[in-house]
């Protein structure tokens, strides 16, 4: 297809011999906005082998040499914002300043990842064996870190460019290649990041972008013996990708039902405010959203009356215009949100405003008064639309939590130090958030997901202990 964004292998952007291509649909419009190349199988193969020898030769240049190219890239990335923000909003209806946020904060990210890779790889442990019983000192151990071969990145639709250089830079650095197969929906933004990455001055073949059909690529990319490392951000499709792939690091972030634990001592316009921004910046579609709110009963009626006030006053309209609310990013989503919204409805939850939804434009809605058999209780709507259920216990709140399939992160709103750490504690997430929403940034703070052992979709960690932070508000008056 003459029309379609061409795919970008051994430094060279080129048109797959298919003839075919994948068109991209404007979430605001739907109508298609941009056409990307049909990769085949056989230029997956090409592509493989190329990423592989590049990644021999970039293994051996030196850690400041790759840092020095990194910073390059990063500057080249934020001098792009404007462009590649205008296609974040036609792709995936990033609103128009957040669009632009998400490049500046991806160049910042390969900077400070160039940065803290040279003194992280450059530590070693050293071991000697009398250390062990029955041992002299005959023997010494040098143990280093190496790179792990070719890594396939492949990113979700909501941070096309941020979760894609959250990948590459880390990978890079370390020495390693990259095979990135984007988002359908945000691969021309994509496509612009890696652009940058080209104008930087890569050594060929270390970076590849294949674009393509999921049937014919997905599978093919996930399971070809030459990856050597999957680094996979988005939703159940992470189950499949574990159980496909070979034997070879997983690292998957995939959903989030977010907790948000509200006691009756919390500062109720905190709590408000912030489950706004956790609730409803970008349409709900982050993976760290507030997907659910369990307040105590006593302070209920309150807090959903300030969460209502706040949700008149959202923006709802295009992207372009800089709206809060924007449409979601497909049909098939839209209708998704829809059936939750329904089932609610059937089963009793009171809507704090009337559902209405124009095309893939959903307005912002509060369900309070939502109860377990709901299944907005449990699955992520990702979009505009977020359930209050009332407790009365915080043992409640906490079980509510851990009851959920997913465990990425939560958050706890009370002024008594001491419980905000006990119920840290207590929620089975990676991180949790204490007065402050769930979110993945400063994006140099740990991002972890928690690995209970029955869940198969959360295999970032190699070790038998799994890492959770806790992140403080720290300020001396809201
Ligand atoms: O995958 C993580 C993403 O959905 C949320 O990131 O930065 O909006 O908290 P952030």
Same mark, same amino acid.
């Given at each position: 297809?003459?029309?379609?964004?061409?795919?970008?292998?051994?430094?060279?952007?080129?048109?797959?011999?298919?003839? #075919?291509?994948?068109?991209?649909?404007?979430?605001?419009?739907?109508?298609?906005?941009? #056409?990307?190349?049909?990769?085949?199988?056989?230029?997956?193969?090409?592509?493989? %082998?190329?990423?592989?020898?590049?990644?021999?030769?970039?293994?051996?240049?030196?850690?400041?040499?790759?840092?020095?190219?990194?910073?390059?890239?990063?500057?080249?990335?934020?001098?792009?914002?404007?462009?590649?923000?205008?296609?974040?909003?036609?792709?995936?209806?990033?609103?128009?300043?957040?669009?632009?946020?998400?490049?500046?904060?991806?160049?910042?990210?390969?900077?400070?990842?160039?940065?803290?890779?040279?003194?992280?790889?450059?530590?070693?442990?050293?071991?000697?064996?009398?250390?062990?019983?029955?041992?002299?000192?005959?023997?010494?151990?040098?143990?280093?870190?190496?790179?792990?071969?070719?890594?396939?990145?492949? @990113?979700?639709?909501?941070?096309?460019?941020?979760?894609?250089?959250?990948?590459?830079?880390?990978?890079?650095?370390?020495?390693?290649?990259?095979?990135?197969?984007? @988002?359908?929906?945000?691969?021309?933004?994509?496509?612009?990041?890696?652009?940058?990455?080209?104008?930087?001055?890569?050594?060929?073949?270390?970076?590849?972008?294949?674009?393509?059909?999921?049937?014919?690529?997905?599978?093919?990319?996930?399971?070809?013996?030459?990856?050597?490392?999957?680094?996979?951000?988005?939703?159940?499709?992470?189950?499949?990708?574990?159980?496909?792939?070979?034997?070879?690091?997983?690292? !998957?972030?995939?959903?989030?039902?977010?907790?948000?634990?509200?006691?009756?001592?919390? %500062?109720?316009?905190?709590?408000?405010?912030?489950?706004?921004?956790?609730?409803?910046?970008?349409?709900?579609?982050?993976?760290?959203?507030?997907?659910?709110?369990?307040? !105590?009963?006593?302070?209920?009626?309150?807090?959903?009356? #300030?969460?209502?006030?706040?949700?008149?006053?959202?923006?709802?309209? @295009?992207?372009?215009?800089?709206? $809060?609310?924007?449409?979601?990013?497909?049909?098939?989503?839209?209708?998704?949100?829809?059936?939750?919204?329904? $089932?609610?409805?059937?089963?009793?939850?009171?809507?704090?405003?009337?559902?209405?939804?124009?095309?893939?434009?959903?307005?912002?809605?509060?369900?309070?008064?939502?109860?377990?058999?709901?299944?907005?209780?449990?699955?992520?709507?990702?979009?505009?639309?977020?359930?209050?259920?009332?407790?009365?216990?915080?043992?409640?709140?906490?079980?509510?939590?851990?009851?959920?399939?997913?465990?990425?992160?939560?958050?706890?709103?009370?002024?008594?130090?001491?419980?905000?750490?006990?119920?840290?504690?207590?929620?089975?997430?990676?991180?949790?958030?204490?007065?402050?929403?769930?979110?993945?940034?400063?994006?140099?703070?740990?991002?972890?997901?928690?690995?209970?052992?029955?869940?198969?979709?959360?295999?970032?960690?190699?070790?038998?202990?799994?890492?959770?932070?806790?992140?403080?508000?720290?300020?001396?008056?809201?």
């Amino acid at each position: 297809d003459g029309d379609a964004y061409k795919y970008y292998a051994d430094g060279v952007w080129k048109k797959s011999a298919s003839g #075919k291509s994948v068109s991209i649909i404007n979430p605001t419009t739907r109508k298609t906005q941009y #056409k990307v190349q049909a990769c085949s199988q056989e230029e997956v193969n090409k592509v493989m %082998d190329l990423a592989k020898s590049a990644q021999k030769l970039w293994a051996k240049t030196p850690l400041w040499k790759r840092a020095e190219l990194l910073h390059k890239a990063a500057a080249i990335l934020k001098e792009h914002k404007t462009p590649i923000a205008e296609c974040l909003v036609k792709e995936i209806a990033k609103p128009a300043k957040d669009a632009v946020m998400e490049v500046v904060r991806s160049g910042d990210l390969v900077s400070y990842t160039a940065e803290e890779g040279v003194r992280i790889l450059g530590e070693g442990k050293f071991l000697v064996s009398d250390s062990f019983p029955g041992n002299e000192r005959t023997k010494y151990c040098l143990t280093s870190k190496i790179p792990l071969g070719v890594i396939l990145a492949i @990113p979700p639709f909501n941070y096309p460019v941020n979760l894609a250089v959250s990948k590459i830079a880390p990978a890079l650095i370390a020495g390693n290649s990259i095979v990135l197969k984007p @988002p359908t929906q945000g691969a021309v933004s994509a496509l612009h990041m890696v652009h940058c990455f080209h104008l930087a001055g890569f050594p060929k073949g270390l970076i590849n972008c294949v674009t393509g059909k999921g049937s014919e690529i997905g599978d093919f990319l996930t399971m070809h013996p030459g990856v050597n490392c999957i680094s996979f951000t988005g939703g159940d499709t992470g189950i499949s990708i574990s159980k496909k792939a070979g034997m070879i690091p997983l690292q !998957m972030e995939l959903g989030g039902k977010d907790a948000c634990i509200v006691l009756e001592d919390a %500062d109720l316009d905190l709590v408000a405010a912030n489950i706004i921004k956790g609730g409803f910046s970008y349409s709900g579609q982050r993976c760290t959203a507030v997907k659910v709110v369990l307040v !105590m009963e006593s302070v209920a009626d309150a807090l959903v009356e #300030k969460v209502k006030a706040k949700v008149a006053k959202l923006t709802v309209g @295009p992207p372009e215009d800089d709206c $809060d609310i924007t449409p979601v990013v497909s049909e098939s989503s839209a209708n998704f949100i829809e059936g939750l919204v329904l $089932d609610a409805k059937e089963k009793g939850a009171t809507f704090c405003q009337e559902y209405k939804r124009e095309g893939n434009l959903i307005w912002p809605l509060l369900l309070d008064n939502v109860r377990p058999d709901m299944r907005i209780a449990w699955e992520e709507p990702f979009g505009p639309v977020l359930p209050v259920i009332r407790i009365n216990s915080v043992e409640e709140g906490i079980h509510h939590c851990n009851a959920s399939n997913f465990g990425l992160q939560g958050c706890v709103f009370t002024k008594d130090v001491n419980k905000a750490i006990m119920i840290s504690d207590a929620m089975e997430t990676g991180t949790v958030q204490i007065n402050s929403a769930p979110a993945r940034g400063p994006d140099h703070f740990p991002f972890q997901v928690n690995l209970p052992f029955n869940q198969l979709n959360s295999a970032i960690s190699k070790t038998w202990k799994r890492t959770k932070s806790i992140f403080f508000l720290v300020q001396w008056s809201h």
